[in-house]
């Protein structure tokens, strides 16, 4: 199982960096990212409401979808408008939509009202699918033009790679050396042994994408100190592995193992994106703060 998921991600990893290539290409509107985007909206709402399908909760996949799509669409529009702050208005956009989302949820539910017992379980199985799936996703998508419409891929892609290097040291550590479990009720297949992993595999991964990329991105730009690579790569391996606990949280409290069967040892699209986007708000702000990269005169 080890060597299927190191293969799997070995094929998966340089088809998603091919796709980002042709949207470096072509211009800071980022079309590729955002069809991508708004498919994995789609899809992640599909999974959260077949996995909330029980007891009381029932969310509706045409609501959840509706809004998810809808966050991630105008998110783009300061982006393709010409905005002089196109990220300010972006993120605006992104929260006014969401709110709206959440009292349109509350409306449609109020209207529709027959009798106790449902309701509220549903609306809050409907917020908390939107937040996660569309909120989330949007806001990992700002990594795109988090320091300028120059940025590119080099910041999306040190979150994407130290998630998934801290996804792969974790569960390697783990297979190879682990012992003692995590949170055993909650994730069995967890241990503290992982966990070091999955935070060595983070730092690893920041470090050689920030210490050997920045150039390929803009010729003026160059390494930041390898202390802040790591700091950085460091932090979203913890955040990344509270994601990856949360999530598995939402699968044990509805009683299923994956959130869907989409590729043989991952799960589904939730299970491959759950570091990740519990990791872009935390990404986001880190590139604000720390210097991650080196500006030559």
Excluded: H
Excluded at 153 to 170: C, Q, R, V
Excluded at 220 to 245: E, T
């Amino acid at each position: 199982m080890l060597g299927w998921r190191l293969l799997v991600s070995a094929i998966l990893i340089p088809l998603l960096f091919g796709l980002f290539y042709l949207d470096q290409r072509a211009g800071s509107g980022a079309p590729y990212l955002l069809g991508l985007c708004l498919l994995l909206a789609i899809r992640g709402s599909y999974e959260m409401t077949s996995l909330l399908t029980v007891r009381n909760l029932a969310p509706r996949f045409s609501m959840v979808s509706r809004w998810s799509f809808l966050i991630c669409a105008v998110a783009w529009i300061p982006y393709t408008w010409g905005e002089s702050q196109p990220q300010i208005m972006s993120l605006a956009l992104m929260s006014v939509t969401f709110a709206i989302a959440i009292i349109v949820i509350f409306l449609v539910e109020a209207t529709g009202f027959r009798e106790p017992g449902q309701s509220m379980e549903r609306i809050g199985a409907e917020i908390l699918s939107v937040s996660y799936v569309g909120f989330l996703l949007a806001m990992l998508a700002q990594l795109r033009w988090v320091i300028g419409p120059e940025t590119g891929y080099l910041a999306l892609g040190s979150l994407i790679i130290s998630a998934k290097m801290g996804d792969i040291g974790g569960y390697t550590f783990g297979r190879l050396w682990g012992k003692t479990k995590l949170i055993p009720r909650l994730s069995p297949g967890k241990t503290q042994v992982g966990g070091v992993g999955a935070i060595l595999g983070a730092a690893l991964g920041a470090f050689l994408w920030l210490q050997f990329t920045p150039s390929l991105f803009n010729a003026n730009w160059s390494a930041p100190a390898w202390y802040w690579s790591i700091l950085f790569g460091a932090i979203i391996g913890v955040v990344g592995l509270v994601g990856d606990l949360c999530e598995s949280l939402i699968k044990r409290d509805v009683g299923k193992k994956d959130s869907a069967e989409l590729l043989p040892g991952f799960g589904g699209l939730l299970d491959l994106l759950d570091s990740p986007l519990y990791a872009g708000p935390v990404a986001f702000l880190l590139w604000k703060f720390l210097p991650l990269i080196t500006v030559s005169n």
